[in-house]
């Protein structure tokens, strides 16, 4: 358990969304295929920085 | 002529900088009653007329006048408050290392118009909700 709470506050940062915007997420995640909302937004970050030509690669 | 422009002038200035620091509205006699100097109300009066006509000062009702700026001030200090009310936040969890690289394209390219690393998130989100 402690290990969980330390690789969170490691490997995450905890940033503020409207709450309308996320339920919208909610709403997409098992059309499109995500098991969580977090890899919904992970793969719209990707995205976008592909965009603007941020190389990101697959594995992550 | 020039003397009486000048003494114009100065009171207009002083008039104003009096209105800008009342937060709430004021009449001529509480202006008059304020002048350290004897000033005639008629004076205050048509300096307060001018002042109205440059849309400095607004005219609230027959006795009561307030600075514009000091009226606009209220005005977006409530309505940047009832903003910030209605928009509910929900906390989200973002890799580490994707908001670096987000921090990095935003320190490399202002043109892009980012606020944040949340204002890029959250476009990033509709467009990809919109995508579908």
């Known amino acids: ?60 | 002529m020039r003397t009486s422009l000048l003494l114009e002038k100065h009171l207009k200035k002083q008039l104003l900088e009096f209105m800008e620091d009342r937060e709430e509205p004021f009449s001529i006699s509480l202006l008059v009653n304020c002048c350290l100097q004897p000033i005639p109300a008629t004076m205050i009066r048509d300096m307060l007329c001018k002042l109205v006509d440059e849309g400095e000062v607004i005219r609230i009702d027959d006795e009561r006048y307030m600075a514009t700026r000091v009226l606009m001030k209220k005005w977006l200090r409530q309505k940047i408050k009832r903003n910030e009310e209605d928009v509910n936040f929900d906390e989200l969890e973002v890799p580490r290392n994707l908001f670096k690289e987000i921090s990095k394209l935003l320190r490399e390219r202002p043109e892009l118009g980012y606020i944040d690393e949340s204002d890029f998130i959250r476009d990033a989100i509709r467009r990809s909700l919109y995508r579908r």
């Open chain 1, 1 to 60: 358990m402690p290990k969980t709470v330390a690789k969170t506050e490691a490997e995450y940062v905890f940033v503020k969304i409207p709450k309308s915007l996320l339920d919208e997420v909610d709403k997409a995640i098992g059309k499109h295929g995500y098991r969580s909302r977090t890899e919904f937004i992970k793969d719209a970050i990707r995205n976008l920085l592909r965009e603007y030509g941020v190389y990101r690669s697959e594995s992550e």
